[in-house]
């Protein structure tokens, strides 16, 4: 990504953002079958006089560097992270800390949309990750829908949730003594706003982190493995917040 352009592809994913936020296309490139669905976004783009093109399946390859590209693709201006000082959370939300990998933060975003949660917590390199040509496609249109909020340094994160009455509850593995589950905490913090936060799969949270969060919370398996992919973690914290508060629902 340069100059804050990224080349963006999948048909989900194009689609999404141009119904979303169609003033982030720069240029547009479609194969002839995907021709009829970009017509309206196609106008838009000729009245601000941008570049909109039909091309080859070989030509969208190389446009994009994979063969995944589904038949569309786009320069886009990236989405600037948002201040965490400026969240005022309206539904218990996600928190990813130093999660990194694109493909995996991509299935977050992606579940996220499905559970109409729009504010999602960053910490700066999950951020970057969000912003990569492999998570935006494997979000299938999520991060056009996600207002993405980054803190620089987790202590400021802890001051928002402290001034705010949110409750932050660290995702850890299972420890000796029986940790609570989300799902109780949620219960315990009736209508505050429950932040989940998770960390990327090889190191898990930092302690220093895990001790600023007020709960931590374990999600308990058989124990044939030691932890499940961070993607699948987040999607059993959302269904698990959904249950306990009506607010996160999908639209």
Sequence with gaps: MQNNLLTICGLST???LAAAAPERIERLFFDETNA???AEVCRYLSQKRKIYR???PAEL???TDTSHHQGVAAVIHAPEPLRLEGLELSHSTLC???VKNPHNVGAILRTTAFFGVRDVIFSRKSYDAAMTASAWRVAEGGVSLTHCYVYEDAHDLFSRAKMLGWWCAAAVRPEKGRLPSLESICVRAGRAHVVACLGNEEEGLPGAFVAGC??????LGSGSVESLNVSVTAALCLEKMSRNYSGLRPE
């Design 14 to 16: 194009v689609r999404a």
């Design 36 to 38: 009829p669905r970009f």
């Design 54 to 56: 039909l091309v080859t």
């Design 61 to 63: 390859k190389k446009i």
């Design 96 to 98: 990813l800390h130093d």
């Design 214 to 219: 007020g709960y931590k919370f374990t999600i």
